[in-house]
């Protein structure tokens, strides 16, 4: 079962497509409406317990973000892949933590990815395979260490092999020259951001 998690930022520049939607407290003046399973969280962002829907109410001294305990109810409730919305809007260090989630979804058994209008991020540690169009860049950060890649497959300069400290720039701004990309890893985790191609006008 595919699920959308929708997380508070100050706005939504794309279109929450799954059925099954998740918001994350302050998330859920994002969903525009449409039928929520459930909001989570300790409601100190959206000020308010929501009527009329599903909420789960934690207190705000806590040890887990409300995205955290979103992907928890997600996991609990069945659901196998999640689609993260508003993960990299707002204040610096949400977007941080925000981009942790996708690790921590993994963690827990769930598929994962982060989108906005210009953006998709992943967490691989094993293989990742990824429908996209020619002309974007790919970029690749290590998480939590150096990463080895295995094999690389559809972008300009090859992973095959190669291996990037925690500090290195090494992977940002890579080319998509074919419409799928498959990543794989050796050794370590990365967080892999794609950036649409901006459309000339």
Known sequence: MDFALVLNAPELDVEII??????????YRLVDNKPVV?????????????????????PADKDKTDGELGLDFIKNTGGKRVTI???????????????????????????????????EIYFVNDSLSIETDK?????????????????????????DGLKILP?????????????KVEI????GSAIVVISKKIKDK
């Open 38 to 58: 459930a909001v989570i969280g300790d409601f100190d962002t959206l000020s308010y317990i929501p009527n009329n829907v599903h909420t789960i109410s934690y």
């Open 135 to 159: 002309g974007n860049a790919l970029s690749v950060f290590p998480f939590g260490g150096e990463v080895e890649f295995d094999s690389s497959s559809g972008l300009k300069y090859s992973l």
């Open 184 to 187: 794989t890893v050796k050794k």
């Open 167 to 179: 500090h290195s720039s090494l992977g940002i701004s890579n080319e998509v020259t074919v419409g």
């Open 18 to 27: 799954e059925k099954h939607i998740i918001a994350a407290d302050g998330g």
């Open 85 to 119: 919305y508003g993960a990299t809007g707002g204040k610096i260090e949400h977007v941080l933590g925000n981009i942790n989630l996708l690790a921590y979804a993994d963690s827990i058994g769930l598929v994962a990815k982060a989108v906005s209008k210009d953006n």
